[in-house]
């Protein structure tokens, strides 16, 4: 779900015009003269592949990765497993129960969990992974590393070999905790564990079935918006997330290229869900898939823009920016609460990494060489990735 940018390829735009122009004439009686046709016809839909078609493939080959990379696709086999057969309910064990009951108990709960799921869950993250990140960055960041103005957000900044190597190792770690973590979710649901997941459409009321997916989708996001703000204080910032901003110009392998620490809390915030509020499977995993699809789009520091149904969510650039300029749009997928908080990026300010809390430095405090420095990162900014073509910041 993301406008993919367009490669430019236009026709001679003087080719033919005058002579097109001319033959538009229309009788008296309201007759289109024959020349009409021509001009009404003379879209040629052979002579390239149409653009829906690779903006399809591409948006299915992220929305794989998204739902592979953290072993996230073997939850869903999970929940579909468990909505299929006749599990029983999950009984605690009794809190007076000896170490050996509890251990059978946990056993019982993790049955298949090594080698079976954690096996699969990682071989998969890792196939696609490196296959689909792999094929994203070949594609833009090597064959089209000549004409970056036409999908860079920062066309005149690339990460060096050495962080890209960085990124990849940090991003590798991380999605191997994400798969083991999502292997023993899966091992949890398939064999009766605890779950507030339902199957059954309309189990807690119509009018809940409803209302479930945005209520928990707004919920998560806003809580994933203040761990991120969280993160940004200074203490935390140095010793944990500025690992995940050595990244300035941010690539699809940035997204879990994030400290262990701080990618298990923001699993958690996901899984708590799973746990503490009725949600129909469908609704749950669907969500997921929305928020792991748009995690790569966001890092992909490609220009990608949402599509009409999506008022909700900010483009790409809109997290780029937060690369950009570190303490500022601290939202993923909603906007809205960056503009209630007074973190959003505001054309009056300046950012830098050394300013913390989300709300920049006002120009009129800066000095002469910060005021330099943030007009060439402006500049660096590509109008592309901006609705209307036009960077809205200069």
Same mark, same amino acid.
């Given at each position: 779900?993301?406008?993919?940018?367009?490669?430019?390829?236009?026709?001679?735009?003087?080719?033919?015009?005058?002579?097109?122009?001319?033959?538009?004439?229309?009788?008296?009686?309201?007759?289109?003269?024959?020349?009409?046709?021509?001009?009404?016809?003379?879209?040629?839909?052979?002579?390239?592949?149409?653009?829906?078609?690779?903006?399809?493939?591409?948006?299915?080959?992220?929305?794989?990765?998204?739902?592979?990379?953290?072993?996230?696709?073997?939850?869903?086999?999970?929940?579909?497993?468990?909505?299929?057969?006749?599990?029983?309910?999950?009984?605690?064990?009794?809190?007076?129960?000896?170490?050996?009951?509890?251990?059978?108990?946990?056993?019982?709960?993790?049955?298949?969990?090594?080698?079976?799921?954690?096996?699969?869950?990682?071989?998969?993250?890792?196939?696609?992974?490196?296959?689909?990140?792999?094929?994203?960055?070949?594609?833009?960041?090597?064959?089209?590393?000549?004409?970056?103005?036409?999908?860079?957000?920062?066309?005149?900044?690339?990460?060096?070999?050495?962080?890209?190597?960085?990124?990849?190792?940090?991003?590798?770690?991380?999605?191997?905790?994400?798969?083991?973590?999502?292997?023993?979710?899966?091992?949890?649901?398939?064999?009766?564990?605890?779950?507030?997941?339902?199957?059954?459409?309309?189990?807690?009321?119509?009018?809940?079935?409803?209302?479930?997916?945005?209520?928990?989708?707004?919920?998560?996001?806003?809580?994933?918006?203040?761990?991120?703000?969280?993160?940004?204080?200074?203490?935390?910032?140095?010793?944990?997330?500025?690992?995940?901003?050595?990244?300035? #110009?941010?690539?699809?392998?940035?997204?879990?290229?994030?400290?262990?620490?701080?990618?298990?809390?923001? #699993?958690?915030?996901?899984?708590?869900?799973?746990?503490?509020?009725?949600?129909?499977?469908?609704?749950?995993?669907?969500?997921?898939?929305?928020?792991?699809?748009?995690?790569?789009?966001?890092?992909?520091?490609?220009?990608?823009?949402?599509?009409?149904?999506?008022?909700? #969510?900010?483009?790409?650039?809109?997290?780029?920016?937060?690369?950009?300029?570190?303490?500022?749009?601290?939202?993923?997928?909603?906007?809205?609460?960056?503009?209630?908080?007074?973190?959003?990026? #505001?054309?009056?300010?300046?950012y830098r990494e050394d300013t913390f809390y989300g709300t920049g430095?006002?120009?009129?405090?800066?000095?002469?060489?910060?005021?330099?420095?943030?007009?060439?990162?402006?500049?660096?900014?590509?109008?592309?990735?901006?609705?209307?073509?036009?960077?809205?910041?200069?």
């Amino acid at each position: 779900m993301c406008q993919v940018p367009s490669n430019n390829l236009t026709s001679d735009p003087g080719k033919g015009e005058g002579t097109k122009m001319q033959n538009i004439k229309q009788s008296s009686g309201g007759v289109v003269g024959a020349g009409q046709v021509n001009v009404l016809l003379d879209k040629d839909w052979g002579a390239r592949i149409p653009e829906y078609v690779s903006s399809g493939c591409l948006s299915f080959l992220v929305f794989v990765m998204g739902i592979t990379m953290r072993g996230d696709w073997l939850m869903f086999f999970a929940h579909y497993k468990r909505s299929q057969d006749s599990v029983p309910l999950d009984i605690e064990p009794n809190l007076n129960s000896t170490p050996s009951t509890t251990a059978l108990w946990i056993q019982e709960r993790f049955a298949g969990l090594w080698p079976t799921y954690i096996v699969a869950a990682t071989a998969v993250s890792y196939l696609f992974f490196f296959g689909i990140g792999g094929f994203l960055h070949l594609r833009y960041y090597v064959m089209q590393r000549n004409n970056p103005e036409d999908w860079k957000c920062q066309p005149n900044k690339w990460l060096s070999s050495k962080e890209e190597i960085h990124e990849i190792i940090v991003g590798w770690f991380s999605l191997t905790i994400g798969s083991v973590l999502s292997a023993c979710l899966a091992t949890w649901v398939i064999n009766g564990g605890y779950t507030t997941i339902y199957y059954d459409f309309g189990q807690y009321g119509y009018l809940w079935a409803v209302l479930e997916l945005p209520f928990v989708f707004l919920l998560t996001d806003y809580i994933t918006y203040w761990c991120h703000r969280i993160y940004h204080l200074p203490f935390l910032y140095k010793h944990f997330h500025k690992l995940h901003h050595t990244y300035k #110009q941010p690539t699809a392998f940035s997204v879990t290229a994030i400290h262990p620490i701080e990618f298990l809390n923001i #699993q958690s915030i996901y899984i708590m869900p799973m746990f503490l509020i009725p949600i129909n499977a469908v609704s749950y995993c669907g969500m997921l898939c929305y928020i792991y699809y748009h995690g790569i789009i966001d890092h992909s520091g490609i220009t990608f823009k949402k599509l009409w149904f999506q008022p909700w #969510q900010p483009d790409c650039i809109f997290h780029d920016n937060h690369h950009q300029y570190f303490h500022v749009n601290f939202g993923f997928n909603v906007e809205l609460w960056d503009k209630l908080h007074g973190t959003m990026r #505001q054309k009056n300010r300046i950012y830098r990494e050394d300013t913390f809390y989300g709300t920049g430095k006002d120009i009129s405090e800066a000095s002469r060489d910060e005021l330099h420095e943030d007009d060439l990162q402006r500049r660096d900014e590509n109008p592309l990735a901006y609705q209307d073509n036009k960077n809205k910041y200069l």
